[in-house]
């Protein structure tokens, strides 16, 4: 799982740098923040640990926010 969540990164990673339109580099990183999330949960399973799950919450709910501000941002320049 973890080489899968890696190449998911290093593809984002390409698409975030390539582009063409900033909707596409917005939706790469939701794509990074996500597969990020997925890494830690996987992480939080496989050491048993619950603290991860805290970091994952708070990640998405900023990650959310980014993503509403920035498209407002788009909106309102088109």
Same mark, same amino acid.
């Given at each position: 799982c973890y080489v899968l969540l890696a190449l998911s990164l290093v593809l984002t990673a390409i698409r975030l740098f390539r582009g063409p339109t900033a909707p596409n580099?917005? @939706?790469?990183?939701?794509l990074l923040a996500? =597969?990020? $999330?997925? +890494?830690?949960?996987?992480?939080?399973?496989?050491?048993?640990r619950s603290v991860s799950l805290d970091v994952v919450?708070? @990640?998405?709910?900023?990650?959310?926010?980014? =993503?509403? $501000?920035? +498209?407002g941002t788009l909106k309102r320049e088109r």
């Open positions: 580099r917005i @939706l790469a990183i939701d996500v =597969t990020t $999330a997925g +890494a830690a949960l996987l992480h939080a399973v496989e050491v048993k919450m708070v @990640l998405g709910v900023i990650v959310f926010f980014g =993503t509403v $501000a920035l +498209a």
